[in-house]
């Protein structure tokens, strides 16, 4: 089973991403609003893969990830990401 974890999304809901993942077997763990990093961390922590809009993908919520190899961006850039660590 592959797990998304999806730290903070503005449009009204996941359901476009969970009829894509559900059905293989996936599932997603979401958090609506944007959270702080260090409240990223559980959420993130055994994800295969990281969807982030606007909160802040720092080196410590990166080095939670035990699993993910792909961190994903939700719009335009990644000067929410910390590229460096990642």
């Known amino acids: 089973m592959s797990t998304i974890a999806v730290t903070d999304y503005t449009f009204p809901s996941l359901d476009v991403e969970a009829a894509?993942?559900?059905p293989l077997g996936?599932?997603?763990v979401?958090?609506?609003e944007r959270k702080p990093p260090?409240?990223?961390i559980p959420l993130v922590a055994e994800a295969?893969?990281?969807i982030t809009q606007f909160a802040s993908v720092n080196a410590e919520v990166i080095a939670a990830m035990t699993k993910a190899r792909v961190i994903i961006r939700y719009g335009i850039g990644v000067d929410?990401?910390?590229l460096e660590a990642a």
Request: proline share 0%; hydrophobic share 40%.
């Open 20 to 22: 894509i993942l559900e």
């Open 48 to 50: 295969d893969q990281v």
């Open 38 to 40: 260090a409240e990223l």
């Open 80 to 82: 929410n990401v910390d």
């Open 30 to 32: 979401s958090h609506k």
């Open 26 to 28: 996936g599932r997603i």
